[in-house]
């Protein structure tokens, strides 16, 4: 190993260890993970914002993906519709005036998909939805800081406290995440063919 890569994996424990919220964040194995990226197989974006990245994402563990505007936003594990929001103008700035879709899983987590295109979302309310399903196009609604991407993250329960979120491996992922698994600000992800959820959920039990 390089003396720069041992010096930056030293800063980053130092990082994470300082940090009550990544104290004892574990990533699950990617291998064996529910979710996949949430766009469709063959297309490659980069992280915006990390977990953590102290300009909107401080203390949260939530991936921004950098996408062009109107790209597709695809679901990253199956579920039921909870909640959507698909009438807030693109131009709306307002904190929680993003169009999204939030979907609960078979355990009872919830993933939340914000900033999506004004009407653009495909699905409603109790809709039961597939991995890899087409969710809605990626916009920049809300507080998105007028730059096109789509928020990702998954929650323990219906609270949606920033306290209460999960770190989350994508299971057809490409791409370097860091030592501890974190994807990294600035990289490119593509995500490739997977298997169907179903065998996924199954060996899980
Ligand atoms: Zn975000």
Redesign the pocket.
Known sequence: MKISTKIRIFFLLIFIGCDPVFRDIQFPDPKTSPYVLPFPVGETHDI??SYNNKQ??KN?L???FSMPLGSPITASRGGIVIAIENNYKDSDRKPGHNNRVVIQHSDSTLAWY??LQKGSVTVTRHDTVKIGQLLGLCGLSG??GGVP?L???VFRSLLYHYGDALPVSFRNLSGLADSIGMLLRGRKYTSLPFDDELIIESELK
């Open positions: 915006f914002q909107g994402h949260r939530a991936y921004d914000a900033h507080r998105s991407h928020h990702f993250e």
